[in-house]
């Protein structure tokens, strides 16, 4: 059994038989999942699996937690050996990095589309804010390729700084 993903086609081209579609059309999530087409894409599918490693490890934490209390919700259980919160807190910082990661490469990529698709006449956006903000929460459907990339590397930017914050903090009290 596989699940299968739909790009971009038009719904009168399911009628063609399997052998005439474009390889492209359909892709398993397998497929899409072991083979990126960018770094970019290295970025998403390993900022993927470390929160799903996030996840599980903090599920983990909080069964130990609760099999080693005595009266579970009522006091304060400690463990030992905590591996599973160091399991938590690298898995977290790895989806964090992952995402800021995707970021750079993101900005990286808005320059290269900058260069190719503006004119010397258009104003880049990092120099009028109000345009960056029009850019941002503006229909992606009505936006070229350069502004949906910008919409792109500021929701990385956003996510990966509201969700670092709690690893750094962690790091920065551990070291101060």
Known sequence: ?????????????????????????????????LNPTDLGGIFVR??????????????ALAVILLSVSEEPFVDQPTIEEPITAYVWLLSYTAAVVSVLGYAAWSFWKQR????????????SPLKKPIRLFRIVFADSSE???????????VSALIIGLLF?????????SGIL
Request: hydrophobic share 35%; proline share 4%.
């Open 143 to 153: 936006c070229n390729e350069y502004e949906k990339q910008v919409q792109k590397t």
């Open 46 to 59: 390993s900022a993927l699996v470390f929160t799903v490693l996030t996840v599980l490890s903090m599920i």
């Open 164 to 172: 670092g914050n709690l690893p750094a903090r962690i790091y920065l």
């Open 1 to 33: 059994m596989s699940l299968r993903l739909r790009l971009g086609a038009d719904d009168d081209e399911d009628e063609r038989p399997e052998d005439e579609r474009p390889e492209d059309e359909h892709r398993t999530i397998t497929g899409w999942f």
């Open 112 to 123: 290269q589309l900058k260069t190719r698709m503006t004119t010397r006449s258009e104003a």
